[in-house]
């Protein structure tokens, strides 16, 4: 989309152009600085400045030497710069911990696993991941900028609260943006990091649908849903023209809690047969007459189970029971919220690989306006969508406000 024209002065609009540049660059969508030209809808001159701002600010790298393109003529490459500053990722699992450094572009390092901390009260939980990211901070060379930590719960903005975190039992309205700001401040992060370190807190489904509208399935997609089950639990997420639908307290989306069976499984939120109990590895194992170990990697078997769909019976049934589930819950999704396309992640995304032809033609058979064919239904592209999505939500100040990294 053209910048939109402005009558400030030289400096300020060159200012205000920063921010959309970056991000056209960290969304892949100025890879030479005629596309960037082009992007922003400004003058070659104006496009060069915009591109050696950030160049000076230690974001991109600009090739001095032009490439030739199939249209018009040679242009220098955009780069983000291999060396510039990161943000510490950071995600909560009902089964464990993960953190992870994340440059601009959805570029993620390899995330850490660590298991739960004995003790699983929120102060306990959120230390070990500071804890955790602490030592990768400190272990890297690069200028570490930001934080932020994707939840297995809903997290209300914009205090930054979780307040119903039925996974751990954690009491209502635990304040985990708070914990994890302290969290952080107390860390010994090394000589490079920003201090203090910006921090912020977000849920996990939600981040993972930002990643994905980013960097994933969901690039150029309108209105996009995204649903998705972890090891636990069913979580959704709806990003409207680029932006998460959040709600008025950030509570919006909550799709586990959509019942597709009045007489199934218990959920932790009173009511029966919710997505989130109906549609998660725990109800596909039990589908399969398979015991889950709560200790275990309820997510891991769960996919493996979907693997040997084609060739064990009992596995294929369980399969076939938990996607029309999933269907059920997806017809009434998109009747209500009309999607351009639905990304599935985590075991979803394993569900839609076993039934490539079932799970969207059972959708069609349960939408209201039989139109939902036009709905694609994508597997998320991102390996890990919430650690990619918490580094989005960490870069969010310096992609408003790219000058913010100077300092
Ligand atoms: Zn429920």
């Given amino acids: 989309m053209p910048h939109t024209p402005t009558t400030r002065r030289a400096p300020d609009r060159g200012r205000s152009l920063l921010g959309p540049a970056l991000e056209l660059v960290h969304t892949g969508r100025a890879p030479t600085r005629s596309a960037l030209t082009a992007a922003l809808g400004v003058t070659r001159a104006t496009a060069g400045a915009v591109a050696g701002e950030l160049a000076a600010l230690g974001l991109v790298t600009v090739d001095q030497h032009p490439i030739g393109s199939s249209r018009g003529r040679p242009s220098h490459r955009l780069d983000l710069a291999p060396d510039g500053p990161v943000v510490l990722a950071a995600q909560l699992h009902a089964d464990g911990l993960t953190v992870a450094l994340a440059g601009l572009g959805g570029s993620l390092g390899e995330p850490v696993r660590h298991p739960l901390p004995a003790r699983t009260d929120p102060a306990s939980v959120i230390g070990a991941i500071a804890e955790a990211g602490a030592e990768l901070i400190r272990a890297d060379h690069r200028r570490c900028l930001g934080a932020a930590l994707a939840l297995p719960n809903p997290v209300r903005e914009p205090e930054g609260t979780a307040p ?22 107390a860390q ?4 490079r990091a920003r201090r203090p370190l910006p921090t912020a807190v977000a849920n996990d489904a939600n981040l ?3 990643a994905e509208h980013r960097h994933g399935a969901g690039r150029d997609a309108r209105h996009l849903l995204l649903v998705t089950s972890g090891h636990r639990g069913v979580g959704g997420a709806l990003v409207v023209d680029g932006r998460l639908h959040t709600g008025s307290a950030g509570l919006a989306l909550e799709v586990g809690h959509l019942t597709v069976d009045p007489l199934g499984r218990p959920c932790p939120c009173g009511n029966r047969g919710c997505l989130n109990v109906e549609t998660d590895p725990a109800a596909l194992l039990a589908a399969a007459g398979r015991p889950s170990d709560p200790t275990g990697q309820l997510l891991d078997q769960a996919r493996e189970l979907t693997r040997t769909a084609d060739r064990d019976p009992a596995a294929r049934a369980a399969v076939h029971q938990v996607v029309d589930r999933l269907a059920l819950g997806l017809a009434g999704l998109a009747n209500i919220l009309n999607p351009d396309r639905i990304v599935l992640a985590g075991l979803h995304r394993d569900l839609l690989a076993a039934a490539p032809d079932r799970l969207p033609e059972a959708v069609i058979r349960h939408s209201l306006w039989g139109r939902c064919d036009q709905v694609p239904i994508a597997a998320s592209a991102l390996a890990h969508g919430g650690l990619v999505g918490a580094a989005e939500l960490a ?3 310096y992609l408003a406000d790219p000058q913010g990294v100077a300092g």
């Fill in 208 to 210: 993972a649908a930002l």
């Fill in 164 to 185: 119903a975190a039925l996974t751990f039992g954690w009491p209502g309205d635990t304040p985990a943006a708070a914990l994890f700001a302290a969290a952080m401040a």
């Fill in 188 to 191: 010994d992060l090394g000589p």
């Fill in 395 to 397: 870069w969010g100040p």
